[in-house]
């Protein structure tokens, strides 16, 4: 038995890119940044603040949500799997990418009140900033000309 699972809160590092596969499904890929607080240990030693950055992928539903509602500086619940991949540069080397494919994501930031108009059509309202958007199950599908899903 075995077990691949993450769960992130972070803030996304830029707006997300979405991309259509030609069949129509949804890709969208952003950086998510974790920080570790700095803290001082019993013997006086410091310990400096730490940032992860994280490599976020969302599929179909999820990716719609994304390109509609998340903006650079969002504070998110991440929940997915990690997957690596490789490929090889333009010099020939090997190189490895360490992904999360998310299956669950909450949105945490408020949101401040908006005078005007709200942003979202009235057929689809916003959700509260503390409603889960259900998962979406992932496909490997590479219909791009590399081979690479994104």
């Given at each position: 038995?075995?077990?691949?699972?993450?769960?992130?809160?972070?803030?996304?590092?830029?707006?997300?890119?979405?991309?259509?596969?030609?069949?129509?499904?949804?890709?969208?890929?952003?950086?998510?940044?974790?920080?570790?607080?700095?803290?001082?240990?019993?013997?006086?030693?410091?310990?400096?603040?730490?940032?992860?950055?994280?490599n976020i992928v969302l599929w179909r539903g999820l990716a719609e949500v994304a390109e509609?509602?998340?903006?650079?500086?969002?504070?998110?619940?991440?929940?997915?799997?990690?997957?690596?991949?490789?490929y090889d540069d333009q010099n020939g080397t090997k190189r490895y990418v360490v992904e999360?494919?998310?299956?669950?994501?909450?949105?945490?930031?408020?949101?401040?009140?908006?005078?005007?108009?709200?942003?979202?059509?009235?057929?689809?309202?916003?959700?509260?900033?503390?409603?889960?958007?259900?998962?979406?199950?992932?496909?490997?599908?590479?219909?791009d000309e590399d081979g690479l899903p994104f």
């Amino acid at each position: 038995m075995s077990l691949n699972k993450v769960q992130l809160i972070g803030n996304v590092g830029k707006d997300p890119e979405v991309r259509y596969l030609d069949s129509g499904v949804a890709v969208a890929t952003f950086p998510l940044a974790t920080t570790d607080r700095a803290y001082t240990l019993a013997n006086g030693t410091q310990v400096p603040e730490r940032t992860e950055w994280h490599n976020i992928v969302l599929w179909r539903g999820l990716a719609e949500v994304a390109e509609k509602y998340v903006r650079k500086g969002d504070k998110l619940y991440i929940e997915g799997k990690i997957r690596t991949r490789s490929y090889d540069d333009q010099n020939g080397t090997k190189r490895y990418v360490v992904e999360i494919f998310g299956d669950n994501m909450e949105m945490l930031s408020q949101r401040p009140a908006q005078n005007a108009a709200p942003q979202a059509p009235a057929a689809q309202p916003a959700r509260p900033a503390s409603q889960p958007v259900a998962g979406v199950a992932q496909s490997q599908s590479t219909d791009d000309e590399d081979g690479l899903p994104f």
